[in-house]
């Protein structure tokens, strides 16, 4: 599959959503790092789909279009949309705020230090 075929424009996600049970995760995923990937991957083990909600934000690294591709690719997403998570139908939803935060701090601090090293 053509992992840009996952990612969905919100006025057609209802139908993409059919009557299959989902788990929304919505994010910056700002930029996609391997804790994303496994706390996605982790979150397979419910018996739903996944539904990544990647969000946009004022001072993200990368624009929401790239981020929602990167998201698109991992295997554990089965559909992607770029909206607020306020803006979804009622779907069970997991956010991680603080860890967001916490990611992108993170890489940041990484390639600020790699900068350093050479």
Do not use: N, Y
């Not at 959503?17 to 706390?39: I, Q």
Request: net charge positive.
């Amino acid at each position: 599959m053509d992992t840009r075929d996952k990612i969905v424009p919100l006025e057609r996600l209802a139908a993409r959503l059919g009557d299959a049970c989902w788990l929304a995760v919505a994010g910056t995923f700002d930029p996609l790092t391997l804790k994303h990937a496994e706390r996605l991957a982790a979150l397979t083990g419910v018996g739903k789909s996944i539904l990544a909600v990647v969000e946009p934000g004022s001072h993200c690294l990368l624009p929401v279009e790239a981020r929602a591709i990167l998201v698109a690719a991992l295997k554990s997403v089965q559909l992607v949309v770029v909206a607020k998570a306020d803006a979804l139908p009622k779907l069970e939803m997991v956010r991680d705020d603080a860890g967001e935060r916490e990611r992108s701090a993170a890489f940041i601090e990484h390639v600020k230090e790699r900068q350093r090293a050479r």
